[in-house]
Structures are given as structure tokens and as C-alpha cells.
């Protein structure tokens, strides 16, 4: 990595041009006359790295959640990720690892969309296998509702035919 161009406060005004395409294609420091220094970079720049530092938080907590026993996990100790309780073991790690690929390549790229979109696509998933579930456990209930007054069960066909169109809805 080559040594960033250090721009002096009276250069942006004799200089703006330069500034600025300077921190257009990465970052801009600027000395002032009072020794402070100043970095200058580009908006969506500057919003990857605000979306690497939040999600690398996220993941380290959601790393800490799954370490722990799935019965003793419970929805805060996923933070804002507490939608990726729903989802099963294997599931649950391959999103871990698709979502730490995503920062890296957020934070390589500059771009914050990187992250976002994989974090949505995971959380649409985590949120089919809740509704799916809650399904199953409607139908659960039903059938045990029905048995309990000695009639028949309601068609399971129709119980999967709603599943899968929640999910079908769910997951576009």
C-alpha cells in the first residue's frame, strides 16, 4: 500500500481539484495549520467502513450464540440478528461464513451493499424456516385439537400446500 498524499489546510483552496479526486479514489489527509489531521473519502467509502465496523460486531455475537448449546441460546444473545435463531445448525454456519465473506469483500470493495444484500437473502431464509415451523405447529395442534373431540385430523396435504406457499412468498 503506497503512502497516502498528505494535502496542507491552504491547499484546499489552491488545490480543491486535487483534493478531491484524491479522496474520490480513496482517502485525502489534510494537515491543518493547528496540527490536526483530517481524512477525506468518498461517501460510499466512508459507509463501508461504518457497515464493517457495525457488522463485525454483529458477527462476533452472532459467533458467541452459536458457540453456545442450542436450548441455552436465547434471542438477545443474537443482538440485532435474532432472526438467525430460526434457522438450523448447518444453516446457521454456512450463513456465519457467508456473511464473514461478505464483510471482507464489503470492507476490499468499498461497498456496504455487499454485506446488506447477503445479510437479506439469510434473513429471508431464517424467516421461511420460522413460518414453515410455525405451520407445523399449527397443524400439530390442530390434528391434537381434532383427536381430543374424537374427529379427523385436516388434510396434511393442505397444511403443505400452505407451507409452501408462505415460503414461495417468503423467499420470492
Same mark, same amino acid.
Given at each position: ?18 483534493? &478531491? ?7 485525502? #489527509?489534510?494537515?491543518?495549520? %493547528?496540527?490536526? #489531521?483530517? $481524512? ?7 459507509? =463501508?467502513?461504518?457497515?464493517? =465496523?457495525?457488522?463485525? $460486531?454483529?458477527? #462476533? @455475537?452472532?459467533?458467541?450464540? =452459536?458457540?453456545? @448449546?442450542?436450548? @441455552?441460546?436465547? !434471542?438477545? #444473545? ?8 430460526? &434457522? !438450523? ?9 457467508? &456473511?464473514?465473506? +461478505?464483510?471482507?469483500?464489503?470492507? +476490499?470493495?468499498?461497498?456496504? %451493499? ?6 437479506? %437473502? ?6 421461511? /424456516?420460522?413460518?414453515? *415451523? ?14 381430543? /373431540? ?6 396434511? *396435504?393442505?397444511?403443505?400446500? +400452505? =407451507? ?5 412468498? $417468503?423467499?420470492?
Amino acid at each position: 500500500m503506497s503512502a497516502p498524499t498528505i494535502f496542507t489546510a491552504s491547499d484546499l483552496d489552491r488545490k480543491r481539484r486535487a483534493v &478531491l479526486d484524491t479522496a474520490k479514489r480513496g482517502e485525502a #489527509h489534510v494537515r491543518d495549520t %493547528d496540527g490536526s #489531521h483530517l $481524512v477525506m473519502e468518498s461517501a460510499q467509502s466512508h459507509d =463501508a467502513r461504518e457497515a464493517t =465496523a457495525e457488522w463485525a $460486531v454483529r458477527l #462476533h @455475537q452472532l459467533d458467541v450464540a =452459536a458457540a453456545m @448449546q442450542r436450548d @441455552q441460546r436465547r !434471542p438477545r #444473545h443474537f443482538g440485532a440478528l435474532t432472526w438467525a435463531r430460526y &434457522l !438450523p445448525e448447518d444453516d446457521l454456519n454456512n450463513m456465519r461464513e457467508a &456473511l464473514w465473506e +461478505a464483510l471482507l469483500a464489503t470492507r +476490499a470493495e468499498r461497498n456496504a %451493499d455487499i454485506i446488506a444484500v447477503e445479510a437479506e %437473502d439469510w434473513m429471508r431464509r431464517a424467516q421461511a /424456516h420460522d413460518r414453515a *415451523a410455525s405451520l407445523r405447529e399449527l397443524a400439530a395442534y390442530g390434528a391434537g385439537k381434532a383427536a381430543e /373431540h374424537g374427529k379427523e385430523p385436516a388434510d396434511g *396435504a393442505a397444511a403443505v400446500r +400452505a =407451507a409452501r406457499r408462505c415460503r414461495a412468498a $417468503v423467499t420470492g
